[in-house]
């Protein structure tokens, strides 16, 4: 009976060290913030991207613009991409409807300001009040409601024209400003 006593005793030694050389000797430590290695950066790189559909909500899961294009053309390098949508379509919105539907040669959009930016024979037709907008340029500021039309301005409202350099107006077309 002893013997078999200490074999089990041996059995249970061994199972303890076969468990104990499974673990890892320690957990993985974190490297100190100072011995981090640095932010990986972006390849440099050129790319396209056919029939891109973009879009951006805001913090309530709104949508603040929609567009589509033929193609999406950008770069990247470091930190930083960039890119310029090509053959233009899409919305901008105001309290997540849309209010003015847009065309143009090349758009940019930036999340971070909540801006767009088209230019090329840009239009824009107002889903509100059908007023009308062509423009060489037109930046879109969402956070303020406002859209800056620069380079050959014309803004129809029915039978009323408006003409300029430069007009800026509300998102909807309701209201317009020279010059701003």
Do not use: F
């Amino acid at each position: 009976m002893q013997r078999l006593g200490s074999a089990w005793a041996g059995l249970g030694v061994g199972l303890l060290l076969m468990l104990h050389a499974c673990q890892p000797a320690a957990p993985p430590v974190s490297p100190r913030a100072d011995e981090r290695p640095p932010q990986a950066s972006l390849p440099e790189a050129r790319y396209q991207v056919l029939q891109p559909t973009l879009e951006q909500q805001d913090e309530q899961g709104n949508t603040l613009w929609k567009l589509k294009a033929q193609a999406l053309e950008g770069q990247s390098a470091g930190e930083q991409a960039e890119g310029t949508l090509v053959a233009v379509s899409g919305w901008l919105y105001r309290k997540g409807k849309p209010v003015l539907q847009i065309s143009a040669r090349y758009a940019r959009a930036h999340s971070a300001t909540r801006e767009v930016e088209a230019w090329g024979e840009v239009k824009a037709t107002s889903s509100v009040t059908r007023a009308q907008l062509q423009a060489e340029r037109i930046l879109w500021k969402a956070r303020e409601d406002r859209i800056i039309a620069t380079g050959a301005v014309t803004l129809r409202w029915g039978d009323l024209v408006l003409q300029d350099e430069r007009l800026t107006m509300d998102t909807a077309l309701q209201r317009a400003w020279g010059g701003e």
